[in-house]
């Protein structure tokens, strides 16, 4: 997802140019605010992200498994059906803006019309599931340098060891999110199990060996245990 978006290499579908839009607004954002407004701001922004993404992403997914809603959804709208000749420009529009958006990044096996209705519905729902991540990820990142400090008489050693923690932090879960998409591949990242069932083979090694979920786990050392050690060590500094 990350490498798609941010290659420019990489061809860049509609779904793409909209993250960056809003994530270009996001930076553009934190530098136009005010400094005592931008902590206010972007934990706003972050809190509306991590509920979509907890709340928002996870109704989707219930009633996706109980109900079938997403793909019951899709087959009455049609929205994936080659419309008429009598068909409206809205509806020939719509039809093919979808068509180019989820066929974009897709090998030469993928055809638009003859896939299962499933299958379409999982590659729609994927760019509603990067959109939000993207924006939880950066909103969080922004919101922590919002809220940056140095504390007042905090010695060199707890300085360098404060920073050397964070980093070893960062790159830790990014190995971990790396090393766990390598295992699950896209079809269980994204939630796939939920629209169909593939028949395949995972060999849980790498990350998977230490934690049974580290997606959800030590996957975000990142997020939660940089937080613990800045104030623990802030507390030390202090004391």
């Known amino acids: 997802m990350v490498t798609a978006l ?29 400094s005592n407004f931008r902590k206010w701001t972007f934990f706003g922004i972050y809190a509306i992200s991590r509920l979509s993404y907890n709340g928002g992403l996870g109704y989707l997914l219930y009633q996706q498994s109980f109900h079938r809603r997403l793909t019951e959804w899709a087959a009455k709208s049609r929205i994936f059906n080659r419309p008429g000749p009598n068909a409206s420009v809205v509806r020939r529009t719509t039809y093919g803006i979808i068509k180019r958006e989820l066929s974009a ?8 019309e003859t896939v299962p209705l499933e299958y379409n519905t999982w590659l729609l729902f994927r760019r509603v599931v990067d959109l939000i991540l993207m924006s939880d990820f ?5 919101f922590a340098v919002a809220c940056a400090s140095i504390p007042e008489n905090q010695t060199m050693a ?7 923690a964070g980093i070893f932090l960062f790159l830790f879960n990014l190995w971990v999110k790396l090393d766990a998409h390598r295992v699950v591949k896209d079809y269980a990242w994204y939630w796939g199990d939920f629209f169909f069932l593939e028949d395949l083979e995972l060999c849980f090694d790498g990350i998977f060996e230490l934690v049974p979920h580290p997606m959800y786990s030590v996957g975000y050392a990142g997020y939660y245990v940089s937080i613990l050690s800045t104030k623990l060590i802030c507390l030390i500094a202090n004391a």
């Open 6 to 34: 941010l290659d420019p290499r990489k061809p860049k579908s509609i779904a793409d140019i909209l993250t960056l839009t809003i994530l270009t607004f996001y930076v553009a954002l934190y530098l136009i605010l005010p």
């Open 105 to 112: 990044k897709m090998g030469s096996d993928y055809t638009f």
């Open 138 to 142: 950066t909103s969080y990142i922004l």
């Open 158 to 164: 707890l300085h360098v060891g404060r920073w050397a």
